[in-house]
């Protein structure tokens, strides 16, 4: 998408302040129409001391034969995210209108695509991680949103792979 915003950070303890109000929300709405789904705030609005866009990134996790019942009760209540990808384990969904910008990403556990809750996890965990990510987020502020999304997809599989390494080790 070439008419694209640049990549912009916020001021970070009032966007995750208004991340998780909408999140406590969000949620509810989510836990009665998928009673056993995980449901997980994700993204740097979830991890304290990171920088961030403002957005509210939600992970929902189903196991892989709730995934299209799943699928279709998410369809019902919010637009396709176009500009990600869709498979049999994983669709992405948003809401513009709300504030901040709601992402909502359907996985099936286990699946592929089931990594987004490893890659906070980790950030949780590392303040390092955290301080490094916060420097690539710097480094792309004003910069082209796509450029940053590569930058980023780029560190989180670094990360993931890491972990995988140090968890086959143990």
């Known amino acids: 998408m070439t008419d694209e915003p640049p990549f912009t950070l916020v001021e970070p303890q009032k966007a995750r302040a208004a991340a998780q109000r909408l999140f406590e929300a969000v949620k509810g709405a989510l836990s009665e129409v998928l009673p056993t789904a995980d449901i997980r705030h994700?993204?740097?609005?979830a991890i304290p001391g990171c920088l961030t866009k403002?957005?509210?990134?939600?992970?929902?996790?189903?196991?892989?034969?709730?995934?299209?019942?799943?699928?279709?009760?998410?369809?019902?209540?919010?637009?396709?995210?176009?500009?990600?990808?869709?498979?049999?384990t994983f669709s992405a969904f948003e809401d513009g209108a709300s504030d901040p910008h709601l992402g909502i990403q359907l996985a099936a556990i286990d699946g592929p695509s089931d990594f987004f809750h490893?890659?906070?996890?980790?950030l949780l965990s590392d303040p390092e991680l955290v301080e490094e990510y916060n420097e690539l987020k710097?480094?792309?502020?004003?910069?082209?949103?796509?450029?940053?999304?590569?930058?980023?997809?780029?560190?989180i599989e670094s990360?993931?792979?890491?972990?995988?390494?140090?968890k086959s080790g143990d």
């Open 138 to 155: 710097r480094a792309h502020a004003g910069q082209a949103m796509a450029a940053y999304r590569a930058a980023k997809d780029e560190f």
């Open 42 to 45: 994700i993204g740097s609005t």
């Open 118 to 122: 490893l890659f906070v996890d980790a």
């Open 159 to 166: 990360v993931l792979a890491q972990r995988r390494a140090t």
């Open 54 to 88: 403002g957005d509210l990134d939600i992970a929902v996790r189903v196991p892989v034969d709730a995934f299209p019942a799943a699928d279709a009760a998410l369809a019902k209540m919010y637009v396709r995210n176009e500009g990600s990808i869709r498979t049999a």
